[in-house]
């Protein structure tokens, strides 16, 4: 199928008239009549009724026009894809993440972009209060847990565990073979999560059970809780891209290792918009490529 008719056929169509469809691509008003002759004959069947005064589709015609410019505009956002595909970074680029994620991976990743695209700048917004991308100017957001319903355009890039765990000097004064065995235990709260005190523990497929925490410290911001629980204030709740370093020095003890808590998912999310700009689609690229390797790396990252 030539495009170039499709074009000539939707332009047609849209301005009402050979002849100002011909002013509108630039040529003659007959290339533009001949070429829809072609599509006709090719289709096998009348696309435009033809009048002294005006071009209109016929019923086939404008079922044909819908698919048509659906075709054009795919094609117009191919082309685009390619040429921005070979641009470089450049402008301004506005990143969102919440605190814990993202000062423990997207600022590497951030560094990295930086030396290797330097024409290209970053503001990056930390925080765990929901930032609205499109009135706060964001090119994207780095999310991570369970995403609510939303109009935005979201991409899971990866997963992460959360593990209960303690002071390796704390982990001396208690001994626990069963998650309600916790319940009792100092703990410090999270209250940047929706659900700070009730936490759902599976062991294999069929052994589930739900613990309600007791919180002697609730603070909300995760690295805080982090903090906390180093300097022996209890047990808490953390992901594991924030406590993988500990628990491998033993500065933190996993609890209850056995069982599981729920993972959640790693997600970049955009403003609605047809594609994205080289900015977005390299810093994306760069932290795809870190998160697959911290995932096959670092273990506990598919808890």
Avoid at 119 to 148: F, K, N, P, Q, Y
Avoid at 201 to 225: K, L
Avoid at 269 to 288: C, D, G, N, S
Wanted: proline share 5%; with cysteine; glycine share 8%.
């Amino acid at each position: 199928m030539n495009l170039n008719r499709l074009a000539y056929f939707a332009a047609v169509v849209d301005a009402g008239s050979f002849t100002r469809a011909a002013e509108r691509l630039g040529i003659t008003k007959a290339v533009v009549s001949q070429q829809v002759a072609r599509l006709e004959r090719d289709v096998g069947t009348t696309l435009l009724i033809r009048t002294t005064r005006r071009v209109h589709p016929t019923e086939a015609g404008r079922t044909f026009h819908a698919r048509c410019l659906k075709i054009l505009q795919q094609a117009e956002d191919a082309f685009d894809e390619l040429a921005q595909a070979a641009a470089e970074p450049t402008g301004t680029l506005r990143i969102a993440a919440s605190n814990d994620y993202g000062t423990s991976a997207v600022v590497p990743v951030v560094a990295a972009f930086s030396a290797r695209y330097p024409a290209c700048r970053v503001e990056l917004t930390l925080g765990d209060e929901t930032i609205d991308l499109a009135s706060g100017g964001m090119d994207v957001a780095i999310r991570v847990g369970w995403l609510a319903d939303s109009s935005l355009q979201a991409r899971r890039i990866g997963t992460f565990g959360q593990f209960m765990v303690c002071g390796a000097e704390f982990a001396g004064r208690f001994r626990a073979g069963e998650p309600q065995d916790l319940a009792g235990l100092p703990f410090v709260a999270n209250m940047a999560l929706r659900e700070p005190l009730l936490w759902q523990f599976s062991r294999g497929d069929d052994e589930h059970e739900a613990v309600r925490m007791q919180a002697t410290i609730a603070i909300d911001a995760t690295p805080a809780v982090l903090a906390a629980v180093r300097a022996g204030a209890g047990l808490s709740v953390l992901p594991d891209f924030l406590v993988r370093d500990e628990l491998a020095t033993g500065r933190l003890v996993q609890v209850l290792p056995e069982w599981q808590l729920p993972s959640g998912g790693i997600y970049t999310v955009y403003p609605a918009a047809r594609f994205r700009p080289p900015k977005v689609t390299r810093f994306v690229e760069m932290l795809i490529a870190a998160e697959q390797k911290a995932e096959s790396g670092g273990e506990g990252r598919r808890g």
